[in-house]
């Protein structure tokens, strides 16, 4: 049994897909869009193959934003634009990103991860003391996720190129920031470790 687990966030409609709401996570017209999901596929691929075990992360709250805190401009916009709302298209999995039947998933209602969810629960139960964190957004649900993680004292890797945020610069910056704490590798460097 391996130690370590790849924790998904947020490859969902709503902000992955071009008709999703949200462009926080990637830009309307981001070049990169097509290659990002793609290494995320790779890296889903890789994984199954060895037997690391995915967590996908799923961002979904009620339908009337009932106890959601409009806290910060990002989750204003959230409400403003009608997104993330539970039993919505946006919220379902992107094509080809979905998990596999044996996988698990996990809900929450913020951008960090472990906030209001069973990550944690999940990932202790499957005795993961490592993590490959990767998804959408690099500077939102990837930086927390990872900043929290690694307080929590996990070991964190995060998959570079199967991440993305609005801006190239967005992600370079978050990237940056993360790699004092975490490992940043690229997918085929992860795949390599297998």
């Known amino acids: 049994m391996t130690d370590t687990a790849i924790v998904a ?19 309307q017209d981001s070049s990169w869009r097509q290659e990002r999901l793609a290494n995320a596929r790779r890296l889903f691929d890789g994984a199954r193959a060895a037997g690391v075990p995915i967590v996908h ?22 409400i403003e634009l009608g997104a993330w709302r539970e039993g919505t298209w946006g919220v379902a999995f992107i094509d080809d990103l979905a998990p596999a039947a044996d996988e698990h ?10 906030y ?20 959408v957004s690099t500077a939102y649900a990837v930086e927390g996720t ?40 690229s997918v085929s460097e992860i795949i390599d470790t297998f």
Not at 12 to 25: A, F, S, Y
Not at 57 to 78: E, H, M, S
Not at 105 to 114: D, L, S
């Open 9 to 27: 966030a947020h490859y969902q409609n709503e902000n992955c897909h071009p008709d999703g709401k949200i462009k926080v996570g990637i830009g």
């Open 57 to 78: 992360v799923r961002l979904a709250v009620p339908p009337d934003y009932r106890g959601v805190i409009a806290n910060t401009p990002l989750i204003r916009q959230w």
């Open 105 to 114: 998933v996990v809900t929450h209602t913020r951008n960090n991860c472990f």
């Open 116 to 135: 209001n969810s069973t990550l944690d629960e999940v990932l202790f139960s499957l005795r993961t003391r490592k993590l490959i964190c990767c998804g």
């Open 146 to 185: 990872v900043r929290h993680a690694t307080d929590i004292g996990y070991e964190v890797t995060v998959a570079t190129d199967a991440c993305s945020t609005a801006t190239q610069a967005q992600h370079d910056a978050a990237l940056s920031a993360m790699g004092l704490i975490a490992e940043v590798k």
